[in-house]
């Protein structure tokens, strides 16, 4: 049976079209952007997600640049928007800004926390 393949949005790889996960840059979302919030589909330059009314763009923490929050990285700067949750047994990455897990729907409370450290990494 042939497979068919459609390139990552982020990247350019041919990756297969169920895939979950790009193999070659790791995104989340290799065919398309999701708002962090709800997971809805998302559009680069919405002002606001369809789902849930979230604003499309977001300052990042480390720049304070404007970037799209639909992004695993900033646009400006590259450093990544992604925090893991608190829970020992989900780990799931989740957006800075997010209050609750999208994965587990515990409570992601040292979100401050994890940015100071990546930070410091990044400088």
Known sequence: MATYKQPCIHCGEMVERDAHFCPACYSRSPFGYHCPNCLKPMKRGNAVCPGCGRPGV????YCDRLT???????????MP??????????QEPQFFENQRC?????????A???????RKRGR
């Open 112 to 118: 401050a926390k994890q940015i100071e450290a990546l």
């Open 58 to 61: 977001t300052n990042c923490p």
């Open 81 to 90: 928007l992604l925090i893991s949750c608190e829970n020992k047994r989900c």
């Open 68 to 78: 799209f929050a639909g992004n695993e990285n900033c646009d400006s700067c590259g």
């Open 102 to 110: 999208t994965a587990c729907g515990k409570p992601v409370k040292k």
